[in-house]
T-cell receptor, first 110, second 111 residues
Framework: EDQVTQSPEALRLQEGESSSLNCSYTVSGLRGLFWYRQDPGKGPEFLFTLYSAGEEKEKERLKATLTKKESFLHITAPKPEDSATYLCAVQARNTDKLIFGTGTRLQVFP | EPEVTQTPSHQVTQMGQEVILRCVPISNHLYFYWYRQILGQKVEFLVSFYNNEISEKSEIFDDQFSVERPDGSNFTLKIRSTKLEDSAMYFC?????????FGQGTRLTVV
């Protein structure tokens, strides 16, 4: 069964304190792995998509990497406005749906 | 920047009533989806829609649910005979190729 597990569930960081979020997945043929940001009461906001092991994408203070079993979202020198829940999702071949993890709730304190 | 628009943002309904949730996908997108998120839980896939028909649906998407693209721009989710456990955020999404963009959601509260 296709599955996504994210860790940690929650992460508290001081402003400027870099860290990484983990997304482990099992999927019957990966079509794509996606990172989304979700603010409270809002819809997921697209950040990155990764397609194959070894691929990396960057956007401002965020960098996503992918291996055959997991993805990391690295946050460099975070700011309070980076506080949100970060969702990982996978899409298997021959399917339309995204399978989401439970997310990592990030809080960045000044 | 184009975005997926959902209305209403919040809907309160009596148990047993029917509700229609509405979405306007991004205009050049071809695939449309409904997902839901029960408070504190994962975002769950309900249904995908392509070329005016359902392309995939989950176990959750039973006869209580239906989708329609009535006029070429709107995409609706109908929930018949609502139950308390249908209370959730419902997200519409649309995609071109693999990139799915989500709306801000409709919070459905069944009382």
């Amino acid at each position: 069964e296709d599955q996504v597990t994210q860790s940690p569930e929650a992460l508290r960081l001081q402003e400027g304190e870099s860290s990484s979020l983990n997304c482990s997945y099992t999927v019957s043929g990966l079509r794509g792995l996606f990172w989304y940001r979700q603010d409270p009461g809002k819809g997921p906001e697209f950040l990155f998509t990764l397609y194959s092991a070894g691929e990396e994408k960057e956007k401002e203070r965020l960098k996503a990497t992918l291996t055959k079993k997991e993805s990391f979202l690295h946050i460099t020198a975070p700011k309070p406005e980076d506080s949100a829940t970060y969702l990982c999702a996978v899409q298997a071949r021959n399917t339309d749906k995204l399978i989401f993890g439970t997310g990592t709730r990030l809080q960045v304190f000044p | 920047e184009p975005e997926v628009t959902q209305t209403p943002s919040h809907q309160v309904t009596q148990m047993g009533q029917e509700v229609i949730l509405r979405c306007v996908p991004i205009s050049n997108h071809l695939y449309f989806y409904w997902y839901r998120q029960i408070l504190g839980q994962k975002v769950e896939f309900l249904v995908s829609f392509y070329n005016n028909e359902i392309s995939e649906k989950s176990e959750i998407f039973d006869d209580q649910f239906s989708v329609e693209r009535p006029d070429g721009s709107n995409f609706t989710l109908k929930i018949r005979s609502t139950k308390l456990e249908d209370s959730a955020m419902y997200f519409c999404a649309s995609s071109v190729e693999l990139l799915a963009f989500f709306g801000q959601g409709t919070r459905l509260t069944v009382v």
